[in-house]
């Protein structure tokens, strides 16, 4: 499981609240961003779950939310 959220406390919380649903508290699964460097897609492995809470995806962002996703499923 990675978790990517904005670096700011409304995307803390939103980390938490996926943490606590999911009950898996291991920080190395917790990813903040800050929109600064591209999205680091390459820390996921094939077929894990991917929650992206509280970021926006722009026209010229959106290629790292279809490599995410996969783009046979865009």
Do not use: W
Not at 2 to 15: E, P, Q, T, W
């Amino acid at each position: 499981m990675k978790v990517f959220h904005h670096n700011d406390i409304d995307g803390l919380s939103s980390a938490a609240i996926v943490a606590r649903f999911t009950e898996n508290y291991n920080p190395d699964n917790y990813i903040m961003y800050d929109y600064s460097v591209p999205l680091p897609t390459e820390i996921i492995q094939e077929g894990e779950t991917v929650y992206v809470v509280d970021l926006s995806f722009s026209i010229n962002t959106v290629d790292k939310l279809k490599e995410i996703v996969g783009e046979k499923h865009c």
